[in-house]
């Protein structure tokens, strides 16, 4: 690359400012019992080895019929993975492992309400309730393979119960993140053209027994608007035997799950057995603008991805007892809560509630009464508990021998809260990227084997090969320490296999800005854009710098919001950091910063200077925000992130739109008065 050409690609970066961190090295007894200790796993699946090297992760399963090719890569950007196999993702988390463990728990139900007692749910428990819910499925409902289910259920137990119901006989399910609003299912209902909507009469969150079921029908309502009708919903009881909510049911339309279960006590379904390359589920991605994007996820090669990765970057063992506290309604919580860890025959717990909830001492609390040794949970998650309250993981007695981290780019600041508080310098950390559309994960460390780097995901995973491109398609040098955009090279085999419904928009978003030839046949000519800004150091580590919209413009200096939200949280009273972009004549945009404080921490003037200073020492003056808030907290959604969208809307002084599914609608009408 020419000089010229060099001084193109900076002008069009994201600055980078970030310091190297220092590596941290994993822990000897974490070593020593890992599922992979050494690095010849990477020789394994090195790129000469691909597509083959996937047989590996196929072969952690049950077929019933062994695949005759691994990749079809005839068409390409739709990939096929382990074609003339077939299997069943319901047995393979289930029935296989009876054998051994049928009397071992498969999920711990923990309800939010504290007095109320966890369920240990074992494996045979689990297969004996999946049954009789398939039957109801295949006879009350006539469904059967290929077609699609709109689930919109909270985290209770009869969540995946449901899913793998759906699995067993091959039924697609479309599960609807619980917190969204009854117009979200609606449109997910309608793209999905479910006839059936699967969901629940109330659940726990905050305290209070919410009404779920008044969602149902505006969801039916919604979707019949738009020529979509649906001919049950079919309601689970959170206490059964008692239905909970105020929302009367609808004659003809609305059937108690509980109640029609009499009927299909110890019946037992015959898993379907399901071509490889059929679809498992539907999972749409979290964007909340323009039509939902559904992701359609595979049954052999998803299944073989989450299971593969839960075992070698989870470093999951039947033995354990794992804790993600995602929801099950995102990818996370199909990926690491359901499919992967019950597919390793894991305990894996369930977590009704809010992490918060009656006190930040509570997923400690959960942590040392059930014994949990790996844990899970988002950046968003550890800096709420990191805030509200900093020393209570000591007060409990438990060992994490593994933490991940995922869903955002984690602050160097608040990834060494992770490791010396909740991880007692003792476990490992894993920062794992990816995305819905990925199925799995894309880059991490792997646990056992490679140093950790406070706030670098890590190189790509066992198989994944990312590739940095600039703005104009070049690839920027491996190492360069240079921002761009990050790409896969290869595909893999929990990659979807298209947009459901929508095979164009899966071309159009995801391929078409670095395939040169759209006719080729070749894969090498279909890297993967994940929309994200990246950057690689030298020793290969990627440190993901948030989504490319996530860049704000200052006069010609690309700034990632997340860099400056870093900075922040430098300054010693600062729970939390949101920076926005905010329009001026001048400059185009500048950058607001709305920070909450540490309790008893007290705003003050100085206070909003120590940030403007933080930030404009260590990015640089022009990094220096127009304006501090500083609130009393962050408008947040029900699964915990912070909804920049209503910030930037306050501070452009524009309507912040709908706010009815916030955690906490108050908070916006706090900071519309600071405007
Ligand atoms: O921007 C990246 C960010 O979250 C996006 C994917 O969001 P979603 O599809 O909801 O899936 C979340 C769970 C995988 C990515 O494009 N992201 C995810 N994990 C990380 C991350 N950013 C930085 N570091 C991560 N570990």
């Known amino acids: 690359m020419s000089e010229k050409n060099n001084e193109k690609v900076s002008e069009a970066q994201i600055a980078v400012h970030w310091k190297e961190e220092g590596y941290f090295e994993p ?98 428990e689990l297969y004996v309730r999946v049954n009789e819910m398939a039957a109801l499925l295949r006879d009350f409902c006539g469904l059967k393979a290929g077609d699609t289910v709109t689930l919109h259920m909270p985290m209770i137990p009869e ?76 309601i689970w009881q959170r206490y059964p035997g008692k239905y909970s909510a105020k929302t009367p049911l609808v004659k003809g339309r609305d059937f ?85 860890p019950l597919a390793l025959a894991a305990s894996s717990v ?19 009464e059930l014994d949990v040794n790996i844990f899970h949970t988002s950046p968003t998650a550890i800096r709420a508990l990191r805030r509200v309250g900093p020393d209570e993981p000591a007060k409990y007695d438990y060992f994490f021998k593994h933490m991940t981290t995922v869903g955002e780019p984690i602050e160097p600041e608040v990834w060494r809260w992770y490791y010396n508080v909740v991880g007692k310098k003792k476990a490992v950390i894993v920062d794992t990227w990816w995305q819905t559309e990925t199925g799995g994960f894309l880059c991490s460390t792997l646990p056992a084997v490679h140093k950790m780097k406070p706030g670098s995901a890590g190189p790509g995973v066992p198989g994944i090969y990312p590739i940095i491109y600039d703005d104009e398609g070049n690839i920027l040098p491996a190492g360069s320490g240079k921002a761009g955009n990050i790409c896969i090279q290869n595909p893999w085999p929990g990659l979807m296999m298209t947009i459901w419904g929508d095979d164009e928009r899966y071309v159009q978003v995801y391929y078409q800005r670095y395939n040169k030839d759209p006719k080729s046949k070749d894969w090498h000519d279909w890297p993967y854009f994940c929309n994200d800004g990246a950057v690689q150091a030298a020793d290969g580590y990627y440190r993901i710098l948030g989504r490319i919209d996530d860049v704000i413009n200052v006069a010609g200096h690309r700034l990632g919001t997340k860099e400056l939200e870093s900075a922040a949280l430098m300054v010693s009273e600062v729970g939390e950091a949101a920076v926005v972009p905010v329009a001026d004549p001048i400059k185009g945009k500048v950058p607001h910063i709305f920070v909450s ?78 405007a």
Not at 277 to 287: C, N, P, R, V
Not at 350 to 368: N, V
Not at 600 to 622: H, M, N, Q, R, W
Not at 640 to 661: C, H, P, S, Y
Request: charged share 25%; with cysteine; glycine share 8%.
């Open 256 to 340: 108690i799950v509980n109640d029609l279960l009499k009927d299909y006590k110890r019946a037992r379904v015959e898993p379907e057995q399901l071509p490889a390359d059929a679809t498992l589920f539907i999972m749409y991605s979290s964007g909340t603008t323009g039509k939902p994007k559904g992701a359609q996820h595979s049954i052999g090669g998803y299944m073989s991805y989450v299971t593969g990765t839960s075992k070698y970057i989870q470093d999951i063992h039947p033995e354990d007892v794992y804790w993600c506290m995602a929801d099950i309604g995102w990818i996370t919580g199909h990926s690491y809560i359901v499919y992967g």
């Open 27 to 124: 822990p000897k007894e974490f070593i020593a019992q890992a599922n992979i200790k050494d690095d010849k796993v990477l020789k394994r699946f090195s790129m000469e080895n691909f597509p083959d090297c996937y047989k590996e992760y196929a072969d952690m399963l049950d077929w019933y019929k062994p695949y005759t090719k691994i990749l079809d890569s005839s068409n390409p950007p739709f990939f096929k993975w382990f074609i003339g196999g077939k299997l069943n993702a319901s047995y393979n988390c289930i029935d296989r492992h009876l054998p051994k463990y049928k009397n071992k728990t498969a999920l711990h139900f923990v309800p939010e309400p504290e007095n109320e007692p966890i369920q240990h749910i074992t494996y045979q």
């Open 597 to 674: 404080l540490k309790p008893g921490v007290k705003a003050s003037a100085e206070l909003e200077k120590k940030v403007t200073d933080t930030l404009a020492s260590e990015i640089g003056p022009i990094a220096k925000p127009a304006k501090v808030w500083i609130v009393s907290d962050m408008p947040k959604t029900r699964s915990g992130k912070i909804m920049r969208r209503v910030l930037a809307a306050i501070a452009n002084k524009q309507d912040t739109g709908d706010i009815t599914t916030l955690a906490n609608p108050q908070v916006v009408e706090e900071i519309k008065n600071m």
């Open 159 to 234: 969540l995946p119960i449901t899913m793998l119901a759906c699995a067993r006989l091959g039924i697609i399910h479309s599960q609807v993140f619980s917190g969204f609003s009854g117009k979200a299912c609606a449109d997910r209902i309608v793209d999905g053209k479910s006839k059936v909507l699967i969901t629940a009469d109330s659940y726990y969150r905050g305290g209070g027994l919410l009404d779920h079921k008044e969602k149902a029908d505006i969801a039916c309502d919604g979707a019949l608007k738009e020529g979509q009708k649906v001919d049950k919903v079919l």
């Open 350 to 368: 369930i977590y009704e509630g809010l992490p918060t909830h009656p006190d930040p001492g509570r997923p400690w609390r959960i942590a040392e």
